[in-house]
């Protein structure tokens, strides 16, 4: 058991949102994060805007999450940051800071994988949450990643499950642009949804044999179908935007469920854990908690904060790494993608 509080100061710089954070053990002291609006006139994330835009934040942003915290820097026992996977210049920054203000303290350095980040991010002590025990299924959904993990540790952890080629994210957003909708389309696909008809248009699940996803062929399927449609009414989108959001929401979501329908039966583990940006999603929160009732599985939904990209879901696997001694030193290099 550990008697001395660790104080962690855990740095996120995957993509677009510069993040900082410090955990007394396991407790979120502060949680502070910088969105990128820059990105939205591109409708997408533009990498070397991003990098730019992390060297101006990181600096207020670490120096933010102190203040909140009341804590001195000289109090921290180690710091903790994203290695990968993202954007390169992106996580360059992150690291390269990481590990100077780790050398000037001279306390322990600790590289996170963001994959892995997500899915131990149920581990945070936050109250009324509660935390899964080992074995457990993870579901990690995000712009660049769909996953289903058999987490045997906070160290063992397997992919049972993967997209074959576009992430669920990615379904959502891509959709949304599709629809003309604006960057990022995927939080307004999920509000759009609620106002809509769930069953007013087919879409055909694609037949992907076990535990894998595929979502290419469906976001074909939404564009041919639009075009279509638009060919012989230019208002179709417009008149139908509700029940178009809600229909593309709705068969996604049948998607992800069915999979992991096949992953309880197939592992025998009842607890599954989401996690990920697209883990916020209102449809995918619903259709869980549904299952759960309907299956008898215990599921465990994050707090809001921790779906998207945030540095308190580095600091907790910081944390579970400082008290097995994980620390790196400063050969260590960011990584673009990293073995899970």
């Known amino acids: 058991m550990q008697s001395k509080a660790v ?6 710089s995957s993509c677009d949102d510069t993040a900082a954070a410090v955990l007394k053990n396991d407790k979120v002291l502060s949680n502070v994060v910088a969105n ?9 994330v533009v990498p070397e805007l991003a990098s730019r835009a992390h060297q101006q934040n990181i600096v207020p942003v670490i120096a933010a ?20 996977p ?12 990481a590990k100077s203000l ?3 303290l001279k306390i322990p350095l600790i590289a996170v994988n ?3 980040a997500h899915i131990l991010a149920h581990f945070i002590d936050e109250d009324g949450f509660d935390k899964p025990t080992f074995p457990f299924l993870a579901l990690t959904i995000s712009g660049g990643h769909t996953q289903i993990v058999k987490v045997n540790g906070f160290f063992d952890m397997e992919i049972i499950g993967e997209t074959t080629d576009d992430a669920v994210g990615e379904a959502f957003d891509k959709s949304a642009k599709i629809l003309g909708l604006p960057y990022p389309g995927g939080p307004l696909v999920d509000q759009y949804a609620q106002l809509g008809n769930p069953k007013a248009f087919a879409f055909t699940k694609p037949k992907i044999a076990g535990l894998d996803f595929s979502f290419s062929g469906l976001k074909t399927q939404i564009l041919y179908f639009l075009q279509k449609n638009v060919a012989f009414n230019l208002n179709f989108i417009a008149e139908n935007r509700d029940d178009i959001c809600a229909s593309i929401q709705h068969t996604i979501i049948n998607i992800l469920m069915d999979k992991l329908k096949l992953a309880v ?5 009842q607890q599954v854990a989401i996690g990920g940006g697209v883990s916020a999603n209102s449809g995918i929160r619903k259709a869980l908690k549904a299952t759960e009732a309907q299956y008898g599985w215990k599921t465990f939904i994050p707090k809001f904060e921790y779906t998207t990209d945030n540095a308190a879901m580095i600091g907790i696997v910081g944390y579970q790494k400082y008290l097995h001694e ?3 030193d400063t050969t260590v290099v960011a990584k673009a993608r990293i073995s899970f």
């Open 65 to 84: 999450a102190l203040k909140k915290a009341d804590i001195d820097k000289s109090q921290l026992d180690a710091i903790a940051f994203t290695q990968g």
């Open 102 to 104: 780790a050398l000037a």
């Open 36 to 44: 990128q609006l820059v990105h939205q006139q591109f409708g997408g």
């Open 7 to 12: 104080f962690i100061l855990a740095i996120e």
């Open 326 to 328: 994980k620390f790196n």
């Open 86 to 97: 993202g954007l390169m210049g992106s996580l360059l920054v992150g690291s390269s800071f």
């Open 114 to 116: 963001h994959m892995h």
């Open 265 to 269: 039966a197939q592992t025998g583990i």
